[in-house]
């Protein structure tokens, strides 16, 4: 049987008690736990496709792919499965099938009867990608199926109409869904319900929003029982804990319940290169500026070229400065989240025309967005994880039979490290490893709120039902408690607060809402994204006065997107920044909206987000430190890198693998430690706080302390080799693991961190709302609100549910404190120290980050490479 060429358009592009921090389950329980082993793909027969379909099919010339049919079969035997496909191989029509079909041959008891199939993307503009896609065959075969798209830019009628008169098939997001669960029709709505597509589910699994989705297809497995879950996903490495979010589980003492496995054979090897310049790559910086002459010349030579950056920061600099090198105009686009939706959706709408020849982007077209014909993806910087890599360079040539065309472009040296481990891992279809972790307890305080909004529950039945979703399987009734305590009242110590008491007991065994202002507060505020709160950006501040002289106007004008509140605090009327692709002037600030006016200047600001990097991934870690200890494997990096870490090892020495390089040396007035971790910038960030709280116990004087993705500089006042020589200061000691006990906890007492933690798990919890009927409170009273709540709780209740939950995110997220400790183990009798006399060549990038301003120009970029040219003078010197 030939494998189906692509249709146009149809193919996009151990767990415990949710009370502690997340852990690894151990090899031999997680065998013992899983009911059936890994299945492939059985190839089934081409009957499993009804006739008109078969004919579609052939009138194109295509022929079914393997895994398309399968999917078929599994919905006819009512099998929750997974499928896993390579970008191109098919995956959104292979889920779309068994629904079109079931549509087609299903005799309707009456017209217009309900929700068929709920289509469920991680981004809006994903779903709205895959709706006009689906609407080739059901258009060209003369379905009279009805589609249609929800999402937070849907109008507020459009979305009341659907839940009267839903479509048979309502593509939306997991914040939708949540929505139309907290009504009351949400029972009428559902009770149709058949299907559930999960596309990108590797995305959402194992997060916030996966958690909440989870529990929310629990509720709809109990609105319509005889529904099934079809999952579609990139290639992962460990596909049984997706097959164990599509079904539903019985308890954590019996087998995890698994979902059916269809795996579409492999694509084409994609292609891809690393961008080497003759001149070299920088020392420090995240800019990649040095490179864009030549990211220009590649846009020129392809079709239409997506050029994805990691943060929106990134994004507008990128924009800006191809536009200013841009001699032969081509149409080059900017598409990040904190633009206006209308822009968003131009050029969504001019890439699907062929009216572009390159969108610089963010993560907003990361995932299965199949829109042009895009036949380069260029990635500014590292990309932080070969998985994210696989599927951002997906978009490019996406058919299955062709090999996506990937450049990458390092902005500085360790970035060079970290691309080539990266293109090694995509090469060899290796993925990263994201350990299995529980369900979060903020994220189950709101879904518990959103189901009283819905109708009275009693515990005892909701406690089944969310122990039935995987990340929740292990739940204790004794945590699930805390939890409806904490909705009922606030907790213990805040019980007394009239405004917390938002669920009341009835007399039959039930728990209601309180009153229905919570109902309205819960749906204004649902979701688990918690972004910093936003100013809108009004185009429209400044008008011309018939004499010619210009006037503020404070009012109307288009909206061009949002940026961080913190940024517009910081602005005087009259600066210049850059949004939206344009050159802004600021004109002032009125309530939640800032106005702003045309303007050219020079070197106006780049508006800066917060939460916009990605870690680098525990899996390409480990690979840049292979290859960082593999002098054998240096022949493939550029001749000045390959010299840089030769000078390194004369000058001091190359770590392996398995240890730590720890280095001291004086420059200045200051004595400095840096080492190499390589695990990532969150994960130094509190190594650097913990180890300057020793360091200062010992008397180091320590002054301050950097971290990169890669390693970690402290300096100090005091002479660190003589206090080493003398035996004060003992290395082993300084990184022991107990760090995390006593001292994580004194320096969390005193840190703005846990309270910044908790803010995000008080705001998803609903302890505190962000938007209120007409209003909407700014990040100061949100921050004062949570910070007030936070400092109570800690004193008078710390064994609070929701400080349990901040600790948790803390592990993994914010501090990273999970990952750190499985360092500190790794490293344990692994640390290398070398005393120098001077800098050497690989603290160089480091050193630089040293008071870095958040914006660089090109002035800056000048001022670090003189700098980086004096320490590597220093440090030939010292060799």
């Known amino acids: 049987m030939s494998l189906l060429v692509r249709p146009p358009g149809l193919e996009k592009s151990s767990r415990r008690s949710a009370a502690a921090a997340p852990r690894k389950r151990t090899a031999a329980r997680q065998r013992a736990k899983l009911k059936d082993p890994l299945r492939h793909l059985e190839t089934p027969t081409e009957a499993a496709l009804p006739k008109p379909f078969a004919d579609w099919f052939q009138n194109r010339g295509w022929n079914p792919r393997p895994h398309q049919l399968a999917l078929i079969d599994a919905s006819r035997n009512r099998q929750p499965t997974l499928l896993i496909a390579p970008t191109g191989a098919g995956k959104t029509l292979a889920g779309f099938l068994p629904s079109l079909i079931g549509l087609s041959d299903q005799k309707r008891e009456r017209k217009g009867a309900g929700l068929h199939t709920l289509y469920v993307s991680p981004l809006k503009a994903l779903a709205v990608d895959v709706a006009r896609n689906l609407m080739t065959p059901i258009e060209e075969m003369g379905l009279e199926i009805r589609t249609e798209t929800r999402t937070g830019d849907t109008s507020v009628a459009r979305r009341r109409r659907q839940r009267a008169y839903p479509p048979q098939i309502l593509l939306t997001t997991p914040e939708q869904i949540a929505l139309l669960l907290s009504h009351p029709d949400a029972c009428h709505l559902f009770a149709d319900l058949d299907t559930i597509i999960i596309d990108e589910l590797h995305a959402l699994a194992g997060t916030k929003r996966g958690d909440l989705l989870a529990l929310d297809v629990a509720r709809l497995r109990s609105l319509a029982p005889e529904v099934i879950a079809i999952g579609l996903s990139a290639t992962v490495a460990k596909p049984s804990e997706l097959r164990a979010y599509l079904m539903p589980q019985t308890s954590p003492e019996t087998a995890t319940e698994l979902a059916h496995l269809v795996v579409a054979a492999g694509g084409a ?106 036949d380069l993806v260029i990635n500014i910087g590292a990309p932080k994880g070969s998985s994210r890599l696989l599927q951002r360079i997906g978009r490019a040539n996406h058919r299955l039979d062709e090999p996506s065309v990937a450049l990458l472009v390092p902005a500085n040296r360790f970035e060079v490290l970290e691309c080539r481990a990266a293109l090694d891992a995509a090469r060899a279809g290796v993925q990263d490893v994201s350990h299995a ?155 939640t909206d800032a106005f702003v006016s045309r303007a050219a200047a020079s070197d106006p600001i780049i508006p800066s987000y917060t939460g916009g990097r990605f870690p680098l991934s525990t899996h390409l870690a480990e690979r840049v430190r292979k290859l960082l200890a593999s002098r054998g494997a240096w022949g493939v990096l550029p001749g000045p890198v390959r010299e840089w870490l030769d000078l390194q090892s004369r000058h001091s020495r190359i770590p392996l693998a398995d240890e730590v390089l720890v280095e001291t040396f004086p420059r200045g007035d200051r004595y400095y430690l840096v080492c190499y971790p390589f695990e990532g910038r969150l994960a130094h960030q509190t190594l650097g706080m913990l180890l300057t709280r020793r360091l200062d116990r010992l008397g180091a004087r320590p002054q301050g302390f950097v971290a990169t993705d890669y390693g970690l500089s402290v300096w100090c006042g005091r002479d660190l080799d003589v206090m080493i020589s003398r035996g004060v200061l003992e290395l082993g000691e300084l990184f022991e693991e107990d760090m995390l006990g006593d001292d994580l906890d004194a320096w969390l007492a005193e840190s703005s961190l846990m309270k910044r933690t908790f803010r995000l798990a008080a705001v998803i919890a609903g302890l505190i709302e962000r938007r209120h009927p007409g209003r909407e409170k700014s990040g100061r009273q949100v921050t004062m609100s949570t910070d007030l709540v936070y400092d109570v709780l800690k004193k008078h209740d710390p064994g609070h549910v929701l400080l349990e939950a901040a600790w948790a995110d803390a592990a993994t997220g914010l501090l990273d404190i999970a990952r750190l400790g499985d360092f500190l183990r790794r490293i344990k009798g692994q640390i290398r120290h070398q005393a120098l006399s001077c800098v050497s060549p690989l603290s160089v990038p480091i050193l630089l980050e040293m008071g870095k301003e958040p914006v660089a120009g090109l002035g800056r970029e000048d001022a670090l490479r003189e700098a980086a040219e004096a320490m590597m003078r220093d440090a030939t010197r010292g060799a």
């Not at 109708?455 to 089944?464: G, Q, V």
């Not at 805390?482 to 805040?494: C, E, H, S």
């Not at 400044?542 to 109307?556: E, I, Q, W």
Request: aromatic fraction near 8%; glycine fraction near 8%; charge should be neutral.
């Open 269 to 374: 090897e994609p292609s891809i290169e690393i961008l080497e310049i003759e001149d070299g790559v920088p020392w420090s910086g995240h800019s990649a500026r040095y490179a864009l002459g030549r990211v220009y010349e590649a846009i020129g030579r392809h079709k239409l070229t997506l050029v994805f950056v990691n943060t929106r920061m990134q994004a507008e600099m990128i924009f800006q400065e191809l536009w200013r090198i841009n001699e032969l105009e081509y149409p080059i686009a900017l598409h990040h989240g904190s633009l206006d939706a209308s822009q968003r959706r131009k050029v969504e709408a001019a890439m699907a025309a062929g009216g572009i020849k390159a969108v610089v982007a963010t993560s907003t077209l990361d995932l299965g967005i199949d829109w042009g014909d895009i």
């Open 437 to 591: 972790r529980s369900g979060t307890l903020d994220v189950l305080a709101q879904h518990v709120l959103g189901m009283a909004c819905q109708r009275p529950f009693k515990p005892d039945s909701l406690f089944a039902e969310v122990r039935s979703a995987a990340p929740y399987m292990e739940l204790t009734r004794a945590t699930f408690d805390r939890v409806i305590d904490f909705v009922t009242n606030g907790g213990y110590a805040l019980k007394a607060y009239e405004r917390f008491a938002k669920l009341v007991a009835t007399d039959d065994d039930h728990v209601r809402l309180a009153h229905p202002k919570f109902a309205q507060q819960y749906r204004l505020n649902v979701g688990t994204i918690v972004d910093t709160p936003m100013i809108k950006v009004r185009l429209g501040g400044r008008r011309t006065r018939p004499d010619g002289s210009a006037r503020k106007v404070m009012a109307g004008g288009r909206v061009l997107g949002e940026v961080d509140e913190y940024f517009i605090e910081q602005l005087r009327p009259g600066d210049a920044f850059v949004f939206a692709g344009e050159v802004l002037r600021f004109e002032g600030l009125r309530e």
